[in-house]
């Protein structure tokens, strides 16, 4: 079956960074763009970036561009967010899943906290 893994999160300063990881199998991963969404407390699930298939074209929520990125490794099957200038509200629950989105993984906490 389809199964995301992802991991990296962590307790961060503001200002900080982090690179998350999401393995994947059960699909054939080259295929299907990517994406990252993250859930803060209290909110809906947002998108925040996707990749192209084999990693060409990326984009981002506003409030998250110039900061994040999003690379892919399909020998691998894996996914990466690399996030930098961390701020507080950044702080979520961040989940990969390829697009259109199936089931969800555990998904990996980020807190961004002084």
């Known amino acids: 079956q389809v199964q995301f893994v992802e991991s990296g999160g962590a307790l961060v300063q503001p200002g900080g960074s982090l690179r998350l990881s999401c393995a994947t199998s059960?699909?054939?991963?080259?295929?299907?763009?990517m994406s990252w969404y993250r859930q803060a407390p209290g909110k809906e699930r947002e998108l925040v970036g996707s990749i192209s298939t084999a990693g060409a074209r990326t984009n981002y929520a506003e409030s998250v561009k110039g900061r994040f990125t999003i690379s892919r490794d399909n020998a691998k099957n894996m996914v990466y967010l690399q996030m930098n200038s961390l701020n507080v509200e950044d702080t979520a629950v961040y989940y990969c899943n390829r697009r259109p989105p199936t089931s969800w993984g555990q998904g990996t906490q980020v807190t961004v906290s002084s």
């Open positions: 059960g699909f054939s991963f080259s295929t299907y763009y």
